[in-house]
DNA sequence: GTGGTCTAGACCACG
DNA sequence: GTGGTCTAGACCACT
């Protein structure tokens, strides 16, 4: 399993794979050139539908993210700044809004030190 | 007007404003009793349709947040913590995915600061 | 209390209100000639606004159960078969769809006898 | 044709899809991992809007009723009992009803046999 | 084809 | 004025 999608989320399946793609090459866990699993693969593992994960490759050689090569499949050809820059933005936003309910700077704090300093954190 | 929307998410706009009112609660900008916008001057107000806020208060009903009285309105009855609970959870989710991404600690850091020690943010 | 109004029923608060008062007719704790509560009056007494008081005794009105005597009040002028009848037919389709659930008629029975020979109910 | 539905009913329509599906569900007419007709097929056979058999299936989904899946359709998950208690409360203060009308006991048993032990009925 | 959301506009019941 | 329901029709995501 390469990753997980919510299939119980608003945001569409085929997005969730271009997110957890782009996620996986910015995190280098994918590499330029590197090949990603055949649709029908992916697709099979993730347990959707076919057309679903082409869509998903289809939109990321839009972007320039993925090159599709016939016959053989897609490679990696590399990712630009503004896919992290947005979730940072986004990060930033989620960090505000927890702000104004009254969450403190302390207990932010406190789940950042569990993310970075705790080996059992993804 | 009361808050935003954003027309452009994948998120359903009657999710979106369960959402809002929810953190309105949490954050004391309305208590128990008070009586939330009728849903047409909502509507209005938010650019949406009638029917959409109507879900979204009927949602919120159902959750035991609102209350409805007809011919007067809605009035808010309270929130368990449940929703601050899975908020703070959705937060630490993303902070991992910055960090598999390669964010350092002092970036998000940086950002945490910037959220609450400057004015003109949020 | 003259009798109860189930606000989060689905049937008009009116029409609770007639079909109230003509059960008190049907059974004879309302007889011909006796004055029916003033509107504003029973208004009070259930909680509920003048005016769906004043409409339900004006559908009445209308369908020859009460009549109203100017600056006086109504009284009542009796009631056909009909409102009986409708209830025995809706009884009947009710026990039809709980035979068709599957309660079987010793159920029923048992129900039958609670309610008629037992001096704790109704 | 699924079921009959009461236009003239107080009870919204939505409501009254509710009731019968999960009446469908105890009598065993529909099981566990059943597919339920289509929305848009259920309207169009009962002659209300697919918005309208839509809510009602989603008010199913949200009591654990329905499970809804996406491209496919909705299926059966299961029921409580609390249905049918309610369907037998429900039954036992109508007649308490008609007794307080002056029903006998005997016109109550007459109606009983009618509906067990006629084929003509129901 | 399936479900999910949204709009525009209508009518009803209640205060 | 308030909420509650329904219609007709649209667009999107998914199989």
């Given at each position: 399993?390469?990753?997980?999608?919510?299939?119980?989320?608003?945001?569409?399946?085929?997005?969730?794979?271009?997110?957890?793609?782009?996620?996986?090459?910015?995190?280098?866990?994918?590499?330029?050139?590197?090949?990603v699993p055949s649709v029908r693969?992916?697709?099979?593992?993730?347990?959707v539908n076919v057309n679903t994960?082409?869509?998903?490759?289809?939109?990321?050689?839009?972007?320039?993210?993925?090159?599709?090569?016939?016959?053989?499949?897609?490679?990696?050809?590399?990712?630009?700044?503004?896919?992290?820059?947005?979730?940072?933005?986004?990060?930033?936003?989620?960090?505000?809004?927890?702000?104004?309910?009254?969450?403190?700077?302390?207990?932010?704090?406190?789940?950042?030190?569990?993310?970075?300093?705790d080996d059992t954190n993804g």
């Amino acid at each position: 399993m390469w990753f997980h999608i919510d299939m119980n989320s608003h945001v569409p399946v085929y997005k969730q794979i271009c997110e957890r793609i782009k996620a996986m090459i910015i995190s280098g866990k994918l590499k330029e050139g590197d090949y990603v699993p055949s649709v029908r693969k992916l697709a099979l593992d993730l347990g959707v539908n076919v057309n679903t994960v082409a869509r998903a490759y289809r939109e990321l050689v839009n972007e320039g993210v993925l090159q599709s090569i016939r016959g053989e499949g897609y490679i990696v050809k590399g990712i630009g700044r503004s896919f992290l820059e947005r979730k940072l933005k986004d990060f930033k936003k989620n960090l505000q809004d927890l702000k104004t309910m009254g969450v403190s700077e302390g207990e932010i704090e406190k789940i950042l030190k569990e993310v970075f300093h705790d080996d059992t954190n993804g």
